[in-house]
């Protein structure tokens, strides 16, 4: 079955350190690959998106991921995290004859100041 | 352009009863999809519409739970009745080509529903 699995289901970084957060996928063939994040009072923002191509890429507020096919990964990376950051952050997937995104089950980010 | 948006945002309703949720998707988007957050675990897929019409409705539950696109537009979700298994967010979101598969979905602030 596929699925998307985060292992991290809170984590706690300081201000201004680096950020990253886990996501692998168990899927047939490569999946179409996203990272939303949930702010307080907010809906899913998309963040980035993995089609094909670079692996490595470059989303909004300063955050990029890296697709590793050899590891069904597509962790998500911050140099420098701010205290806006604070949020929960899904990974999803969804294969090409399909529509519906299957999610992991979120990781909570807490940032001190 | 304004986003996704959900109604009601919160909704407190007691075993038995009924409550309609309401999405109201980008304009120009012919896909919508339903979701929904159980508390504690992930999101998952509920039904999806290109226009009018139910292209996957996989995920629905079962068949306490309804959902309509009158015209296209704007879509309601029905639990009837409503079970306290049914308390979570239902995520609403909506996405643009019909031709080739969407890949990039926008999302409402979710209804948060609690069943007591």
């Known amino acids: 079955a596929q699925s998307v699995t985060q292992p991290d289901i809170h984590i706690t970084v300081s201000e201004g350190a680096s950020l990253e957060l886990r996501c692998n996928y168990s899927?047939?063939?490569?999946?179409?690959l996203f990272w939303y994040v949930q702010s307080p009072g907010q809906g899913l923002q998309l963040l980035l998106k993995?089609?094909?191509?670079?692996?490595l890429v470059q989303g909004i507020k300063g955050f990029e991921a890296e697709f590793k096919r050899s590891q069904s990964s597509f962790n998500l990376r911050k140099p420098s995290v701010h205290w806006s950051d604070a949020a929960e952050y899904f990974c999803?997937?969804?294969?090409?004859?399909?529509?519906?995104?299957?999610f992991g089950g979120g990781t909570r980010l807490m940032v001190k100041p | 352009e304004a986003g996704v948006t959900q109604f009601p945002s919160h909704s407190v309703i007691e075993k038995g009863q009924t409550v309609t949720l309401r999405c109201d998707p980008i304009s120009g988007h012919d896909n919508l999809y339903w979701y929904r957050r159980v508390m504690g675990k992930e999101i998952k897929f509920l039904l999806h519409?290109?226009?009018?019409?139910?292209?996957?409705e996989s995920g629905m539950p079962n068949n306490r739970f309804l959902a309509e696109r009158t015209g296209g537009t704007y879509s309601t979700l029905k639990v009837q009745p409503a079970e306290l298994e049914d308390s979570g967010v239902y995520f609403c979101?909506?996405?643009?080509?019909?031709?080739?598969?969407?890949?990039?979905?926008?999302f409402g602030p979710g209804t948060r529903l609690t069943v007591t």
């Open positions: 519409f290109v226009k009018e019409s139910k292209q996957d």
């Open positions: 999803a997937a969804h294969n090409n004859a399909g529509n519906m995104l299957t």
């Open positions: 899927y047939g063939a490569t999946p179409y």
């Open positions: 993995y089609f094909s191509g670079d692996t």
């Open positions: 979101a909506s996405s643009h080509s019909t031709v080739t598969p969407s890949y990039e979905q926008y």
